[in-house]
């Protein structure tokens, strides 16, 4: 069964915006930690962003934060990630992962991985 499905990559100019979507058929949906990882070509996956599964904190890598904002919608089963002022460092295939445990910045950990969508920075 897919869980999880990411949609909204493309193409985009270095300073401009994307938004990222996953929808998710997990149940309940409010019981995962949901997440977003990228893999870049030729380098490993590496963790972007993270939302908890209780109060809704978010979390980021530091050298994200202001750029990047993660969110959930748990009525429409949807976790999303808006991309503001992107670099061409950000080229990657991004993925939305899915746990059932506490939150984590490890691949490992995650119960879940959508196909992943690309979102390339150029100009």
């Known amino acids: 069964q897919v869980k999880l499905f990411e949609s909204g990559g493309g193409l985009v100019q270095p300073g401009g915006s994307l938004r990222l979507s996953c929808a998710a058929s997990?149940?309940?949906?409010?019981?995962?930690?949901m997440a977003w990882f990228r893999q870049p070509p030729g380098k490993e996956r590496e963790f972007v962003a993270a939302?908890?599964?209780?109060?809704?904190?978010?979390f980021y890598v530091d050298s994200m934060k202001g750029r990047f904002t993660i969110s959930r919608d748990n009525a429409k089963n949807t976790v999303y990630l808006q991309m503001n002022s992107v670099k061409p460092e950000d080229t990657a295939v991004y993925h939305c992962?899915?746990?059932?445990?506490?939150?984590?910045?490890?691949?490992?950990?995650?119960?879940?991985w959508g196909q992943g969508t690309q979102v390339t920075v150029s100009s």
């Open positions: 992962a899915a746990t059932i445990r506490d939150f984590s910045t490890t691949p490992a950990e995650y119960d879940y």
């Open positions: 997990v149940r309940p949906f409010s019981s995962y930690c």
């Open positions: 939302i908890s599964r209780g109060d809704g904190s978010a």
